[in-house]
């Protein structure tokens, strides 16, 4: 039970992190939108951690206007429009800057190894291609090895 409320704790802290998860928002058409429209509940960590495809995102969305996200249907599809093109299926994780949450999830991996990579790029520097994951002890070779495809730097 402890384990729980401690995970939730942290979970919370990731999702409010704020200015900083903004930034890493692509800057492309939309990203205005889904500012106001998506991160006045949570923070942006809750969908940059998926890689949905447009029926998907369109359901989630539909989702989050049920649980009171206002926005006219114009700006709905705008947002469905930015996350399908930013956090699609084949959407990478950029493993230099991730939080814990999205390498873990992108990449399924444990809390554990994605605190590890953070930790190890924090103390070592950029990863300049997927071997250098490689050397980050407590992470799982192949695990590294069969998302290396998914992986940005
Ligand atoms: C009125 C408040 C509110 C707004 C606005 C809102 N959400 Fe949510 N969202 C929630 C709640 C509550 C949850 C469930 C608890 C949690 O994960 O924080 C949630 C969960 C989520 C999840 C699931 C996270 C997970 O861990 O699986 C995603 C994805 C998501 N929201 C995306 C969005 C998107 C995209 C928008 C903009 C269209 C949005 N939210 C706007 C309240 C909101």
Redesign the pocket.
Known sequence: MKRVCLCALVSACF?FAGAEDLRRLPDVPGKDTVVR??T???GPG??TK?RLNRDDWDD??AD?VE???KATPEELAA?VNY?SANFGPDAKVNVNDAPIDELKSVLVLSAIEAKAIVEYRQDHGRFKEWRDLLKVSGVDAKKIEAKAERMAF
């Open positions: 999702a429209v998506c006045s509940c949570h809750n969908f998926k989630q969305v989050m649980r009171g996200a947002v996350l």
